[in-house]
């Protein structure tokens, strides 16, 4: 019986972490985000325990939320995390990172009310976003830097991909894209994690989704561009 992955309609957001590791693993899905747009709020709310917001994964009688969590248990159920006890914690250590800096990203345009436009907090979120820049950024990508730098492979837990290396490469393309030039001027920082990117964008798992139309395009979701927050 396939999974059900449920998120909000129209945006890849936190979805779009636990879509490439059940692309690329070859895991039997339907993505309610395009089956049943309009139905999360009703569905959410009939679900034991309780998500406290999507993403979420029905997986027989278990509801599991967090992208983290959901991840964890796809790596244990589908091999897509390492075996051994010290690189099946590592990868999730990784994405619980990669998870704080997608929060942070988030933030930068919606610094003070989760609930207000954008536009209602913009003094706030020119300062929030020149510290994302000057600061968090480079701490982040240079801990994964240094991370592979100590790799036994050109992975993040060794010689073979794992979800946390399908969250890197969706990381990266989510702030550069919302962040550009910051990250031209950042990346000759980072080759391997650059390099892991690349190899990501190249995995032969991903081709068919990566050229789809179910690789929903930015816009009004945790990575935005706008180009008064970005600076080189």
Known sequence: MPYELWYWPGTPGRGEFVRLSLEAGGIDYIDQSFEQPDALM?????RVPEPFAPPYLVADDLVIAQVANILLYLGDEHGLAPKDKAGRYFAHQVELTITDMTAEAHDTHHPVELMSYYEDQKPEAKRRAADFRDN???KFMGWFERALERSSGDWMTGGKWCYAD????????GIRYAFPKRMKALEGDWPKLIALYDRVAKLPELQDYLGSDRRQPYGDGIFRHYPELDAA
Do not use: G, M, P
């Not at 009703?42 to 009939?46: C, L, M, P, V």
């Not at 399908?166 to 393309?173: A, E, H, K, M, T």
């Open 166 to 173: 399908l969250s890197l490469f969706q990381l990266v393309d």
């Open 42 to 46: 009703t569905d959410i709310k009939t």
């Open 136 to 138: 968090r950024i480079s």
